[in-house]
T-cell receptor
Framework: GAGVSQSPRYKVTKRGQDVALRCDPI?????LYWYRQALGQGPEFLTY????????KSGLPNDRFSAERPEGSISTLTIQRTEQRDSAMYRC???????????????FGPGTRLTVL | AQSVTQLGSHVSVSEGALVLLRCNYS??????LFWYVQYPNQGLQLLLK??????LVKGINGFEAEFKKSETSFHLTKPSAHMSDAAEYFC????????????FGQGTELSVKP
């Protein structure tokens, strides 16, 4: 497709369950970012990849959160033992990467709204 | 550390009136600044960006923003609001030496009254 896609668009789960959120970036984009957006707030950085390498995971809130991008394309954000406070919109973005701001322009997907009951 | 503050979580204007959404930034290095718009059930869409070239930046849908270093501001304006401008708007600063991650403000919801 032409844009960043994310699946599922909506996920409702029970507390304690694991969830996996998928991001399919724009073809050819080197960099992939994950953000979390709580209701009424701006997106908050979680982690990012260049190709398959996770470059920065400083935004992951705790060790229940992990992400991977094994082949440098599709990425999965996994939340283990979900808690109600994990409820939020999870957004993925991709960019061409490389130098210069034009290569760092991020294109966002529609997000996955996670609700933990 | 870089940060962004958006003044006013809700702004309401009449159709045809001036739109002004405020953004102030904090950065120890020359910033790269962005405005994104979010329509319901859609992803964030880039409106415009400042990349240290012209201080007055024009974006899509008639929006523009002016970078003012002395005021550390990057306010978004549009001369005449349309009903279709109703959305949430986010200002963001790029953390260039940390892989290009974005730091967002808390957002401003714009309502347009007929």
């Amino acid at each position: 497709g032409a844009g960043v896609s994310q699946s599922p668009r909506y996920k409702v789960t029970k507390r304690g369950q694991d969830v996996a959120l998928r991001c399919d970036p724009i073809s050819g984009h080197v960099s992939l970012y994950w953000y979390r957006q709580a209701l009424g707030q701006g997106p908050e950085f979680l982690t990012y990849f260049n190709y398959e390498a996770q470059q920065d995971k400083s935004g992951l809130p705790n060790d229940r959160f992990s992400a991977e991008r094994p082949e440098g394309s599709i990425s999965t954000l996994t939340i283990q033992r979900t808690e109600q406070r994990d409820s939020a919109m999870y957004r993925c973005a991709s960019s061409l990467g490389g130098g210069g701001v034009s290569y760092n322009e991020q294109f966002f997907g529609p997000g996955t709204r996670l609700t933990v009951l | 550390a870089q940060s962004v503050t958006q003044l006013g979580s809700h702004v309401s204007v009449s159709e045809g009136a001036l739109v002004l959404l405020r953004c102030n930034y904090s950065s120890s290095v020359p910033p790269y600044l962005f405005w994104y718009v979010q329509y319901p059930n859609q992803g964030l869409q880039l409106l415009l960006k400042y990349t240290s070239a012209a201080t007055l930046v024009k974006g899509i849908n008639g929006f523009e923003a002016e970078f003012k270093k002395s005021e550390t501001s990057f306010h978004l304006t549009k001369p005449s609001a349309h009903m279709s401008d109703a959305a949430e708007y986010f200002c963001a600063v790029l953390i260039y030496n940390q892989g290009g991650k974005l730091i967002f403000g808390q957002g401003t919801e714009l309502s347009v009254k007929p």
